[in-house]
């Protein structure tokens, strides 16, 4: 069986109310320690806004459908 997927998940990014469908994992190795999954949702508009935003820092992970988030992300 899978995991129960909230119904309320939605984007990450300022302003926007609609529902997620991509994860945008990163970590910051200043403040997160090792192995650390930091978790940001992105709608279809957003998802490249957000990876962008992390990956210029050099802090993605990678990116994946909001269904292949585990309980270790957040
Ligand atoms: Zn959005």
């Known amino acids: 069986m899978t995991a129960p997927v909230p119904g309320d998940l939605v984007c990450s990014a ?3 109310r609609r529902p997620a469908e991509h994860a ?3 970590r910051n190795p200043k403040l997160h ?3 650390r999954r ?3 949702l992105a709608c279809e508009d957003h ?3 957000l990876r962008d935003f992390v990956q ?3 802090f993605l992970l990678e990116v994946v459908g909001v269904d292949e988030l ?3 992300d957040g």
Do not use: Q
């Open 56 to 58: 210029l820092r050099g």
């Open 47 to 49: 998802r490249e806004h």
């Open 14 to 16: 300022k302003a926007c």
């Open 38 to 40: 930091k978790v940001w």
């Open 24 to 26: 945008v994992v990163w």
């Open 33 to 35: 320690t090792e192995g």
């Open 70 to 72: 585990t309980e270790a």
